[in-house]
């Protein structure tokens, strides 16, 4: 049975290629698994999204009788018994998936909204302070430079590359585009040597594919 991925039916342009079914569609793409794509309304949520996914958010798959919601559940489902989660290793990867999105991921979260509140107050509410972001920053180039120093000297944060590497460089991604990590050479590399990977760019170019599709469906109903 073909696995679904549930993701939003339209973003606006500042999200795209971050939205969070990026990273179920390349675990997906480097584990060579078919699946088809069905949306949820971004705005009003419906109560079909709301049974599947409490807090309206995304992504989600359905596979079989399963629904799924959290990328970090989701990648260690569709991860099991893969090459992305040999069981040999999967006691760090797991670890390492954790870190990316209970650590990184959050540090990420606390300065990135600071600093999307003074471009969009109109989706990320009032802007804060340049002494709040500016320690909120401090607090995330501490965990990159401890997360850094782990990396270096190797590809992949956990052996080959694994689950932890797609949640981790999809959490970078961001900070990368920022500019966050242009004095951090290492965490740098690893980003451009992920984003490298044929799975990856396949990825990347279905998530894009979809949202200017939507693009064009609005247009047609305008």
């Known amino acids: 049975m073909t696995l679904t991925l549930i993701t939003l039916d339209w973003v606006p342009e500042f999200p795209r290629g971050f939205v969070r079914d990026l990273r179920v569609r390349w675990a997906l793409e480097e584990i060579g698994r078919a699946y088809q794509v069905e949306t ?3 705005q009003p949520k419906s109560d079909v999204h709301r049974a599947m ?3 309206g958010q995304v992504p989600i798959i359905r596979d079989g009788d399963l629904t799924l919601f959290e990328s970090g559940a ?3 489902y569709v991860g099991e018994g893969t090459a992305l989660l040999p069981e040999a290793r999967r006691a760090e990867i797991t670890q390492w998936l954790f870190a990316a999105l209970n650590t990184v991921e959050i540090a990420s979260a606390i300065w990135l909204y600071k600093v999307l ?3 969009w107050p109109e989706f990320f509410g009032p802007p804060t302070g340049e002494e709040s972001k500016a320690f909120a920053r401090q607090a995330l180039k501490t965990k990159l430079s401890e997360l850094q120093s782990v990396i270096q000297g190797h590809d992949w944060i956990a052996g080959d590359f694994s689950l932890a590497d797609v949640a981790m460089v999809d959490t970078l991604r961001v900070l990368a585009g920022e500019g ?3 004095d951090m050479p290492v965490l740098s ?3 451009v040597r992920a984003e490298a990977r044929p799975a990856f760019v396949r990825a990347m170019a279905d998530h894009m594919a979809h949202w200017q599709a939507a693009d064009v469906a ?3 109903t305008a």
Do not use: K
Request: hydrophobic share 60%; aromatic share 10%; proline share 10%.
């Open 180 to 182: 966050v990590l242009d």
């Open 74 to 76: 989701i990648l260690l």
């Open 40 to 42: 949820a309304p971004m």
């Open 218 to 220: 609005m247009a047609r």
């Open 189 to 191: 590399a690893y980003v």
């Open 117 to 119: 509140a003074e471009r």
């Open 53 to 55: 996914q409490p807090f």
